[in-house]
């Protein structure tokens, strides 16, 4: 009876252990949302995705329409295409990311292409990619920003960065207002710095006037070697004009501050002017009921004398 008892529980134990991966691998896979139509300039690099849930342990499998031999199985890559390369990422135990990457995109990697997830049934995601003749052309950025206002005597600074399209820039010069900015020049002798450095494709330089006077007001010009050009308009306030605003701020309050006080003044004065009223409108009310208490009266007398003239008689 003991022996009966091991072996079905043997058995308990080898179904838990083979039956729950198996009930894992009964559900399908899917294939969740990614670009299905893309379009690429000659030599840039492609990235085609396959998002699956539930893969399982089946094998993905990414192979180009109308060719029979695989370009990837798995993480390997079975093409003999150098630009070929297989990128899986696992998102969580039930997703997981397989991206073909194709490196110098020519016109023969045009076409449409499948991820697939072998099993019994077939399962697959179609990508089209769409290869276009007209190499890529990256063009040259520039960015320039800085002190917008600043008031006299204080520091104006720019910084201008500019990135080429292949490589960085050679040089780079600055203008103000079509003038260029030349550190010996007594205007800006011994208080003007400029500098430059590069970082991979960038060009970078910084413009520092310090001591700025009215007369450094202007649009400050950033210009490339590869003659790409932007500007960028400082303000210079004089202390009298600051000055000036803030007088001028102070007699609005003070005339605000007048106003309200002669507002508090006028209020007690309409109370009067209330209270006289009043004072009026009662006085005519009471002449009023005395007049009319008078009628009264003497409407009583005229009708007991009749009565008592008609009483004799």
């Given at each position: 009876?003991?022996?009966i008892?091991?072996?079905?529980?043997?058995?308990?134990?080898?179904?838990?252990?083979?039956?729950?991966?198996?009930q894992?691998?009964?559900?399908?896979?899917?294939?969740l949302?990614?670009?299905?139509?893309?379009?690429?300039?000659?030599?840039?690099?492609?990235?085609?995705?396959?998002?699956?849930?539930?893969p399982?342990?089946?094998?993905?499998?990414?192979?180009k329409?109308?060719?029979?031999?695989?370009?990837?199985?798995?993480k390997?890559?079975?093409?003999?295409?150098?630009?070929?390369?297989?990128?899986?990422?696992?998102i969580?135990?039930?997703?997981?990311?397989?991206?073909?990457?194709i490196?110098?995109?020519?016109?023969?990697?045009d076409?449409?292409?499948?991820?697939?997830?072998?099993?019994?049934?077939?399962?697959?995601?179609?990508?089209?990619?769409?290869?276009?003749?007209?190499?890529?052309?990256?063009?040259?950025?520039?960015?320039?920003?800085?002190?917008?206002?600043?008031?006299?005597d204080?520091?104006?600074?720019?910084?201008?960065?500019?990135?080429?399209?292949?490589?960085?820039?050679?040089?780079?010069?600055?203008?103000?207002?079509?003038?260029?900015?030349?550190?010996?020049?007594?205007r800006?002798?011994d208080?003007?710095?400029?500098?430059?450095?590069?970082?991979?494709?960038q060009?970078?330089?910084?413009?520092?006037?310090?001591?700025?006077?009215?007369?450094?007001?202007?649009?400050?010009?950033?210009?490339?070697?590869?003659?790409?050009?932007?500007?960028?308009?400082v303000?210079?306030?004089?202390d009298?004009?600051?000055?000036?605003?803030?007088?001028?701020?102070?007699?609005?309050?003070?005339?605000?501050?007048?106003?309200?006080?002669?507002?508090?003044?006028?209020?007690?004065l309409s109370?009067?002017?209330q209270?006289?009223?009043?004072?009026?409108?009662?006085?005519?009310?009471?002449?009023?009921?005395?007049?009319?208490?008078?009628?009264?009266?003497?409407?009583?007398?005229?009708?007991?004398?009749?009565?008592?003239f008609?009483?004799?008689?």
């Amino acid at each position: 009876m003991d022996l009966i008892l091991f072996i079905v529980t043997i058995c308990l134990m080898l179904d838990q252990v083979v039956n729950e991966p198996f009930q894992r691998r009964r559900k399908n896979p899917e294939f969740l949302p990614v670009p299905t139509n893309i379009t690429m300039h000659r030599g840039e690099t492609a990235m085609l995705r396959c998002h699956i849930r539930n893969p399982g342990p089946k094998v993905v499998v990414w192979r180009k329409n109308g060719t029979d031999a695989p370009l990837t199985i798995g993480k390997e890559v079975f093409s003999q295409d150098k630009h070929m390369a297989i990128e899986v990422t696992k998102i969580s135990e039930n997703e997981v990311k397989y991206i073909l990457i194709i490196k110098d995109l020519q016109r023969k990697h045009d076409g449409m292409y499948l991820c697939q997830v072998t099993a019994t049934k077939l399962y697959a995601n179609y990508i089209t990619l769409k290869v276009l003749d007209e190499p890529y052309k990256p063009k040259e950025s520039l960015i320039i920003a800085g002190t917008q206002f600043v008031n006299q005597d204080e520091t104006i600074e720019i910084v201008c960065n500019v990135t080429g399209a292949t490589r960085a820039p050679e040089d780079l010069d600055w203008f103000l207002d079509g003038q260029r900015i030349v550190l010996s020049d007594p205007r800006w002798k011994d208080r003007t710095s400029i500098v430059k450095w590069k970082e991979g494709k960038q060009f970078i330089s910084q413009l520092t006037v310090e001591r700025s006077k009215l007369e450094d007001f202007g649009t400050y010009v950033c210009r490339s070697s590869d003659a790409n050009v932007d500007g960028f308009r400082v303000n210079v306030l004089s202390d009298e004009k600051t000055t000036t605003k803030i007088d001028k701020r102070d007699q609005h309050a003070n005339l605000s501050h007048v106003a309200k006080s002669s507002a508090t003044h006028t209020f007690p004065l309409s109370n009067i002017l209330q209270i006289s009223l009043i004072i009026i409108v009662i006085n005519l009310t009471s002449k009023y009921f005395n007049l009319f208490e008078l009628n009264n009266t003497q409407s009583s007398r005229t009708y007991l004398g009749l009565n008592n003239f008609y009483f004799h008689r």
